[in-house]
């Protein structure tokens, strides 16, 4: 039998707000919003995984999911209720499938955790550009219908010469010492798809360049590298520019 003095102050034809102001309603948009973003990615990782989806097709909408993702967290107030990443999957995710953990749901856990999704937030480019070398074989046929480049190398002099520019402004910006991850950062992720664009040869020091996209990726927007790190970044650069100029040859 329902308490009665619960039940006289409970309309249940009365619709629930979430919110009580249009900030508020906007922040639980954005939060929402990044929510479906997670659930989509991990669904594209695995199509892609599965040969489901064509190389271009993947990495057009994975690109755009990254740049949405990006976009909401630019919102002070979305970043702020954000915190990060694991903390957004624990206070959201998990609790939006707990009401469910009584059913016969399988891989759960996967679902909750998103792990693909994840791991393409953390790197924050498309498996096509942040792997090229694994790329699935129904799209190389390009590559191999070049006899007169080497294996793994196809791309025109223009090409090439701005992969080489690439490397040259992102050098000389950290020469001027451009250190913040919103200056660097773009110009890093424009030199990398440059690179690829060119060969999908795992060369020396392209691994440094990934690591280094990856790890300006987790650096607030105004954040800048410090002079130890700028010198090693320099360093390491330099010596992926020389092992990508050895795979021209």
Same mark, same amino acid.
């Given at each position: 039998?329902?308490?009665?003095?619960?039940?006289a102050?409970?309309?249940?034809?009365?619709?629930?707000?979430?919110?009580?102001?249009?900030?508020?309603r906007?922040l639980?948009d954005?939060? *929402?919003?990044?929510?479906?973003?997670?659930?989509?990615?991990?669904?594209?990782?695995?199509a892609?995984?599965?040969?489901?989806?064509?190389?271009?097709?993947?990495? $057009?909408?994975?690109?755009?999911?990254?740049?949405?993702?990006?976009?909401?967290?630019?919102?002070?107030r979305?970043?702020?209720?954000?915190?990060?990443?694991?903390?957004?999957? #624990? $206070?959201?995710?998990?609790? =939006?499938?707990?009401?469910?953990?009584?059913?016969?749901?399988?891989?759960?856990?996967?679902?909750?955790?998103?792990?693909?999704a994840t $791991? #393409?937030? #953390?790197?924050?480019?498309?498996?096509?550009?942040?792997?090229p070398?694994?790329?699935?074989?129904?799209?190389?046929t390009?590559?191999?219908?070049?006899? =007169?480049?080497?294996s793994?190398?196809? *791309?025109s002099?223009?090409?090439?010469?701005?992969?080489t520019?690439?490397?040259?402004?992102?050098?000389?910006?950290?020469?001027?010492?451009m250190?913040s991850?919103?200056?660097?950062?773009?110009?890093?992720?424009?030199?990398?798809?440059?690179?690829?664009?060119?060969?999908?040869r795992?060369?020396?020091?392209? *691994?440094k360049?990934?690591?280094?996209?990856?790890?300006?990726?987790?650096?607030?927007?105004?954040?800048?590298?410090?002079?130890? $790190?700028? #010198?090693?970044?320099?360093?390491?650069?330099?010596g *992926?520019y020389?092992?990508?100029?050895?795979?021209?040859?």
């Amino acid at each position: 039998m329902p308490h009665t003095s619960l039940s006289a102050t409970i309309n249940l034809d009365e619709e629930v707000k979430l919110s009580n102001t249009a900030a508020e309603r906007d922040l639980y948009d954005s939060l *929402a919003e990044i929510y479906s973003i997670i659930i989509t990615l991990e669904g594209l990782e695995k199509a892609y995984i599965k040969d489901s989806i064509p190389e271009a097709e993947y990495t $057009e909408i994975c690109s755009r999911l990254l740049k949405q993702y990006k976009s909401n967290l630019s919102d002070e107030r979305v970043a702020r209720e954000f915190v990060d990443l694991e903390t957004f999957k #624990r $206070e959201w995710d998990v609790r =939006s499938f707990l009401h469910y953990s009584q059913s016969n749901i399988p891989n759960i856990d996967s679902q909750i955790e998103c792990p693909r999704a994840t $791991e #393409r937030l #953390r790197v924050n480019l498309p498996a096509t550009i942040a792997d090229p070398s694994s790329n699935h074989p129904q799209n190389s046929t390009s590559h191999a219908t070049s006899t =007169s480049a080497p294996s793994g190398l196809s *791309a025109s002099g223009s090409q090439i010469l701005l992969a080489t520019e690439n490397f040259i402004t992102f050098l000389d910006a950290l020469k001027l010492n451009m250190l913040s991850k919103d200056a660097l950062h773009p110009l890093l992720a424009e030199l990398i798809q440059s690179v690829n664009a060119v060969t999908d040869r795992d060369f020396e020091g392209r *691994a440094k360049i990934i690591s280094w996209l990856i790890r300006l990726n987790g650096m607030r927007a105004q954040e800048e590298l410090g002079d130890g $790190e700028a #010198r090693e970044l320099i360093f390491e650069m330099e010596g *992926a520019y020389q092992g990508f100029k050895k795979t021209l040859n």
